[in-house]
C-alpha cells in the first residue's frame, strides 16, 4: 500500500498522501460526525495521553520506567519523562535528518554501567542502526545496513545484537566491537525452510539463553535459531508476522504469536513440539489484525493491531477480554510495558501520533 509493505504499516513517509488522510476516508457515516474520544474499559484506565506530533511507529521504555522512548515516521526519536509527560530528549542527526525514514525499532541495552547513563538502540527503515546516549543525545556508533532494517534484539547480557529486515538475512554483532560475527540465513535449495523467504518482523531470545533466538515474518514461519549456526534448526509453520508480536513466557515456556491477518489472528503454541495449544478468541467489539502482543503478567496477554483498532487484555484462562482501550484514531503498531517506575504495571499503546499510557489496576 505504501510501496515498500503490503499491510498499512507505512515505512515511507508522504507529504501529500498521509496515514491520517487513509484513515479519515474509510471512515464510517457522514464526516461531519465527530468520531469518540479514545476510552477504556474494563480493568484498564488511561494515566496520560503524549502527542508526538508525528505518526508513533514504535516505543520502550528504559529498564527503570522512568522514561519512554518514541520512533517517529520522520525519523526522529522523542525521549519522555514519565513523572512529567515531557519530552526531555530529541534524537536526530544528519543521517537521519536526511534519509527522513521511519524509526522501525527501539531497544534499550540491558547492561550498562549507572554512570554511563542509558544507551538506546535504533533501527531504520533507511538500513541505519544507531547507538544513542541519552544524556548527551549523541550518537556513538552507526551500522548502516543495505536493506530495510525492521527490527533488532539483545541477549540477556546484552553481548549480542540481532538485527532483521527486508531480505532473508539476521545479522549477529558482536555488541561491543560492533562487528557482525554472523549470517542466519537459508540454504540456497529453495526445498529446504531452514531459514525465512521473506521479510523478518520479529526477533526474541529464549530467556534464559544467550545463543538460542526465535524469529518471525511474512512467510508465515517462525524460525528456531543459533547465534552460532548458518541455517534455523527447525520451524513452525502458521504465523504472519508483521511487527513485534513474538514472545516466549519465561515461566510457562510458552510461545505468544500475533498475525496480521483476518483470522488466527492471536495464538500460543509450545515451542518444543511445534504443537499450537491455544487459538484466542476476538473480542466482540470486533476483529483486530495483530501488529504487537505480548505475556503482560502471569495471567494476562496484551495485544493490539488495526482494523477494529484497538488494545486489550486477554485472561489466560477464560480467554475473555478483561480490559481494553477502543475508538483509537488509528492501528497500533506499537507496545511496551514496565513494572519498573513509581505508576506499578504501565503500558505504552501508540496510534497516530499519539502515545495512551495505560495502568491495570492491582487487584
Known amino acids: 500500500m505504501y510501496g515498500m509493505l503490503v499491510t498499512p504499516r507505512r515505512l515511507q513517509p508522504s507529504r501529500r498522501f498521509t496515514h491520517s488522510a487513509l484513515w479519515a476516508s474509510f471512515s464510517p457515516g457522514d464526516s461531519d460526525t465527530p468520531l469518540p474520544d479514545p476510552s477504556t474499559q474494563g480493568n484498564l484506565r488511561i494515566l496520560n495521553v503524549i502527542d508526538c506530533s508525528e505518526e508513533a511507529m514504535c516505543c ?15 525519523g526522529a526519536i ?15 542527526d544528519d543521517d537521519t535528518v536526511h534519509a527522513s525514514l521511519p524509526v522501525t525499532c ?5 547492561q550498562t554501567l549507572p554512570s ?11 538500513g541505519l542502526v544507531k547507538t544513542w546516549h541519552l544524556s548527551t543525545q549523541s550518537c556513538l556508533r552507526t551500522i ?8 533488532a534484539t539483545f541477549n540477556s547480557s546484552g553481548t549480542r545484537l540481532l538485527t532483521a529486515g527486508s531480505n532473508n538475512d539476521i545479522y549477529v554483532y558482536d555488541t561491543e566491537s560492533k562487528k557482525k560475527i554472523n549470517t542466519c540465513l537459508p540454504s540456497q535449495s529453495l526445498t529446504l525452510m531452514n531459514g525465512h523467504r521473506s521479510r523478518i518482523f520479529a526477533l526474541t531470545f529464549y530467556p534464559e539463553s544467550e545463543d538460542h533466538f526465535l524469529s518471525g515474518g511474512w512467510d508465515n514461519t517462525v524460525q528456531f535459531w543459533d547465534v552460532r549456526s548458518r541455517h534455523s534448526l527447525r520451524r513452525i509453520y502458521g504465523p504472519h508476522v508483521c511487527g513485534d508480536a513474538l514472545q516466549i513466557d519465561p ?9 496480521w491477518r483476518k483470522n488466527q489472528s492471536l495464538q500460543v503454541w509450545d515451542p518444543e513440539t511445534g504443537k499450537l495449544l491455544q487459538e484466542i478468541p476476538d473480542d466482540f467489539r470486533g476483529h483486530c489484525r495483530i501488529y504487537s502482543c505480548r505475556w503482560l503478567d502471569s495471567e494476562h496477554i496484551l495485544a493490539a493491531g488495526s482494523e477494529a483498532h484497538m488494545c486489550r ?3 489466560r484462562t477464560t480467554l475473555m477480554t478483561t480490559g ?3 475508538d483509537l484514531p488509528g492501528g497500533v503498531y506499537s507496545t511496551d510495558v514496565t513494572t519498573a517506575g513509581p505508576s506499578g504495571l504501565l503500558i505504552a499503546v501508540t496510534s497516530r501520533s499519539s502515545v495512551f499510557l495505560l495502568q491495570k489496576p492491582s487487584k
Request: proline letters at 1%.
Open 116 to 126: 554511563a547513563g542509558d544507551l538506546l538502540l535504533a533501527t531504520y527503515a533507511s
Open 313 to 315: 487484555v486477554v485472561d
Open 251 to 259: 515461566n510457562t515456556n510458552q510461545l505468544l504469536t500475533g498475525s
Open 324 to 326: 481494553c482501550l477502543v
Open 106 to 110: 527501539l531497544r534499550f541495552y540491558p
Open 144 to 151: 548502516s545496513e543495505d536493506r530495510q532494517t525492521l527490527t
Open 60 to 74: 520502550q521504555f528504559n529498564k527503570r520506567g522512568t522514561l519512554l522512548a518514541v520512533g517517529l515516521v520522520n
Open 78 to 92: 522523542k525521549v519522555f519523562k514519565m513523572s512529567e509527560g515531557l519530552c526531555v530528549h530529541l534524537l536526530a
